[in-house]
T-cell receptor, first 109, second 116 residues
Framework: KQEVTQIPAALSVPEGENLVLNCSFTDSAIYNLQWFRQDPGKGLTSLLLIQSSQREQTSGRLNASLDKSSGRSTLYIAASQPGDSATYLCAVSGNQFYFGTGTSLTVIP | GAVVSQHPSWVICKSGTSVKIECRSLDFQATTMFWYRQFPKQSLMLMATSNEGSKATYEQGVEKDKFLINHASLTLSTLTVTSAHPEDSSFYIC????????????FGDGTRLSIL
């Protein structure tokens, strides 16, 4: 069964710092990997989708990479802002969607 | 972009009540929708896959008689928590994609269910 792990579980950084969130998965047979943002008590907002044939995707200050063979993905956030504070989830799709454990990010003004 | 609407956003009710949650795809058709459950400070766990016009597929450990799923049209799936008890209190989220599991999934805003 696919297992998705995110490290670290929580992260606190001062505003302006660049940061990296990590996601690892055990089964490389995936269709795609998706990064989401979840604010407290809210649903999920899709940030980036990387198809299994792709290596990375970029959107604004966000860059996500995928190394399918090693079962790893990273989400890079440049010049972090307090508004980036949220929980970030990665999910891989195979025959269903498997979610990671999440990283709770706090950006301190 | 694709929008998934979930209603209601918050429900508080007495133990023994049945609660229905709706998940609608507003601007696309979805033959498949997914229902998740999330406990505080935990990730999302897939409960079931809702298939339009056929029975839902439930994950192991999810009681199908407890969590009734109906996907009567290409834009609407409903989850009914029957005879809800305090342990059913949780955050329920649905998702749908216009092209199935291997395409971007769009999520509803979730429903917070509190059973007294």
């Amino acid at each position: 069964k696919q297992e998705v792990t995110q490290i670290p579980a929580a992260l606190s950084v001062p505003e302006g710092e660049n940061l990296v969130l990590n996601c690892s998965f055990t089964d490389s047979a995936i269709y795609n990997l998706q990064w989401f943002r979840q604010d407290p008590g809210k649903g999920l907002t899709s940030l980036l989708l990387i198809q299994s044939s792709q290596r990375e995707q970029t959107s604004g200050r966000l860059n996500a990479s995928l190394d399918k063979s090693s079962g790893r993905s990273t989400l890079y956030i440049a010049a972090s802002q307090p508004g980036d504070s949220a929980t970030y989830l990665c999910a891989v799709s195979g025959n269903q969607f498997y979610f990671g454990t999440g990283t709770s990010l706090t950006v301190i003004p | 972009g694709a929008v998934v609407s979930q209603h209601p956003s918050w429900v508080i009710c007495k133990s023994g009540t049945s609660v229905k949650i709706e998940c609608r795809s507003l601007d696309f058709q979805a033959t498949t929708m997914f229902w998740y459950r999330q406990f505080p400070k935990q990730s999302l766990m897939l409960m079931a896959t809702s298939n339009e016009g056929s029975k839902a597929t439930y994950e192991q450990g999810v009681e199908k008689d407890k969590f009734l799923i109906n996907h009567a049209s290409l834009t609407l799936s409903t989850l009914t928590v029957t005879s809800a008890h305090p342990e059913d209190s949780s955050f329920y989220i649905c998702s749908a994609g216009s092209q199935g599991i291997n395409q971007p999934q769009h999520f509803g805003d979730g429903t917070r269910l509190s059973i007294l």
